[in-house]
């Protein structure tokens, strides 16, 4: 099967091996100094080229709560910690004002018809991945650097390993979670977005990470609170959830 080739300008470079016939040369694309992809040359049938999402601007504070990665002061989209900041659906980098299969990015109009990140072939075109590609992490696209959505075992840490207290901020309801080293950060009850609606604003909130679920592909992993529980859960990718960041 044939492959167009999406890279993003000054984001990628490429070379191939130089081997004694075209079939066996590889294409190897790099994104911020680490391989993404190795493909064979023979499979590619186009390339294109298109911009970048565009950066967010301010500053972003890492914080040590004395995990193994440190945490973002606030969400992608925000300026402070009590801002929810944007609604993103899973492995897009920009807000709609509608959040449904029919436009979802990555797939072609339903749950079952999945064009990337899928792992069986009753939803869709197979590709095994179950990891966000950095181009597709708004937290990285947006903020660049090290930074990127958190992974399953790193959500669970923050929920094992930190003190969770419901309070409010600035008139914001959300949780305080405070690490083992005292250190703490603010996740605001951001609820989240289906279709055109806003659902449990101030009272849940759902934090997206960068890990599919591999047996049912059209649901992702996300960190799910409200006053009383905190827990990893699976959603559709297509609903737009706030995106706390994290970076080694």
């Known amino acids: 099967m044939r492959k167009t080739i999406l890279l993003y300008a000054l984001m990628a470079c490429m070379y191939s091996f130089a ?3 075209l079939n066996d040369r590889y294409m ?15 499979e ?41 900041g944007g609604y993103y659906a899973w492995g897009e980098t920009e807000e709609k004002s509608e959040y449904t299969w029919g436009n ?6 339903s749950y079952d018809t999945l064009t990337k990140y899928c ?15 950095p181009e597709d992490d708004v937290a990285h696209r947006k903020w660049g650097g090290s930074w990127r959505m958190p992974t399953t075992a790193e959500q669970q840490e923050l929920i094992e390993k930190c003190t969770w207290e419901w309070t409010k901020l600035n008139g914001v309801k959300g949780r305080k979670v405070t690490g083992p080293n005292g250190n703490s950060i603010f996740l605001p009850a951001a609820g ?3 279709g055109v609606e806003v659902y449990n604003k101030s009272y849940y909130s759902y934090y997206w990470q960068g890990t599919l679920d591999g047996n049912y592909p059209f649901n992702t992993h996300y960190m799910y609170f409200c006053s009383e529980v905190k827990n990893v859960r699976n959603g559709y990718r297509n609903y737009g959830m706030p995106v706390r960041p994290v970076c080694e």
């Open 28 to 42: 190897y694309i790099y994104y911020n100094d680490r391989t993404v992809e190795r493909i064979l040359i023979s």
């Open 19 to 21: 081997q004694e016939s």
């Open 44 to 84: 590619i049938d186009s390339i294109k080229f298109t911009e970048p999402a565009t950066p967010d601007t301010g500053i972003y504070e890492a914080i040590d709560l004395g995990l193994s990665v440190k945490w973002a002061a606030h969400n992608v989209g925000a300026t402070k910690p009590e801002e929810y």
């Open 192 to 194: 989240y977005r289906d």
């Open 104 to 109: 979802y990015k990555w797939c072609d109009g």
């Open 119 to 133: 792992t069986g072939s009753s939803y869709g075109i197979v590709d095994n991945k179950t990891e966000l590609d």
